[in-house]
């Protein structure tokens, strides 16, 4: 195979060299060719004026088509929610269910979720995967107390949320020693019911990045206080 370098243009003087080419004429036929992919029809080459037109319409539609305009607030969350950062942490039988959205089947990685983190200080959502025993609770509130903020919780299985079948004395929900934002119900819970309360999450953290627990638990910080305290 042999590669020959000629410049664009029809034929040139006999002895072999082509003509140049007027750059404006290589924009007439580039504009051509997008109105003819427009399904338009051009008879001969299109003016000067046209084409300048043609060239003002494309920018138009361009900027229509692949500019967005938004806040840096929104852009914030909307990079928060879909990046989070769960913490390597289980407690029970959900735990399974929680590491089984990594797998192919449910692929948490497709909306940027997949990277567990095994230190809190890395982390930015905690998934309480199982029951939660009174002396479990308050390492489970050290751990949420080690998370930068902003950060979330979410309560999986029946048992962390209303202590389910194991509703004895030993046993204390969630919502009593830390905020929770969202609760997914079942005992187990299957690995698409904890990507749905995921899911959820990020449309709450998109609509209000800070979710407004500490009005909601009257809390100052990460340490807790009575009303009328």
């Given at each position: 195979?042999e590669v020959?370098?000629?410049?664009?243009?029809?034929a040139g003087?006999g002895?072999g060299?082509a003509a140049p080419?007027?750059?404006r004429?290589?924009?007439?036929?580039?504009a051509n060719?997008?109105?003819?992919l427009r399904?338009?029809?051009?008879?001969?080459l299109t003016?000067a004026?046209?084409?300048?037109?043609n060239?003002d319409?494309?920018?138009?539609?361009?900027?229509?088509?692949?500019?967005?305009?938004t806040?840096l607030?929104k852009a914030?969350?909307?990079?928060r929610?879909n990046?989070?950062?769960p913490?390597?942490?289980?407690?029970?039988?959900c735990?399974?269910?929680?590491m089984?959205?990594?797998?192919?089947?449910?692929?948490v990685?497709?909306f940027g979720f997949?990277?567990?983190?095994?230190s809190p200080?890395q982390?930015?959502?905690l998934?309480?995967?199982?029951?939660?025993?009174?002396?479990?609770?308050?390492i489970?509130?050290?751990?949420y107390?080690?998370m930068?903020?902003?950060?979330?919780?979410?309560?999986m299985?029946a048992?962390?949320?209303s202590?389910?079948?194991?509703?004895?004395?030993?046993?204390v929900p969630a919502?009593?020693?830390?905020?929770?934002?969202?609760?997914?119900?079942?005992?187990?819970?299957?690995?698409?019911a904890l990507?749905?309360g995921?899911?959820?999450?990020?449309k709450?953290?998109?609509d209000?990045?800070?979710m407004?627990?500490?009005?909601?638990?009257?809390?100052v910080?990460?340490?807790?206080?009575l009303?009328g305290a």
């Open positions: 195979m020959k370098r000629e410049r664009l243009g029809g003087d002895d060299s080419v007027d750059p004429t290589l924009r007439v036929r580039d060719a997008r109105q003819l399904g338009g029809e051009i008879e001969g003016p004026i046209e084409l300048e037109r060239d319409f494309d920018l138009e539609r361009h900027v229509q088509e692949r500019v967005l305009t806040t607030d914030v969350a909307w990079a929610s990046s989070f950062f913490a390597t942490f289980g407690l029970a039988c735990a399974i269910e929680m089984s959205i990594v797998a192919a089947r449910v692929d990685a497709r997949e990277a567990f983190r095994a200080r982390a930015d959502l998934i309480l995967s199982g029951r939660v025993s009174i002396k479990m609770a308050p489970v509130r050290r751990i107390d080690q930068l903020e902003p950060k979330w919780a979410i309560s299985g048992c962390c949320s202590m389910g079948v194991f509703n004895n004395y030993a046993l919502d009593k020693f830390m905020p929770i934002d969202v609760h997914v119900p079942g005992c187990p819970p299957r690995p698409e990507m749905h995921v899911l959820k999450l990020r709450m953290v998109q209000d990045p800070d407004g627990w500490r009005e909601r638990y009257d809390a910080g990460t340490e807790e206080t009303r």
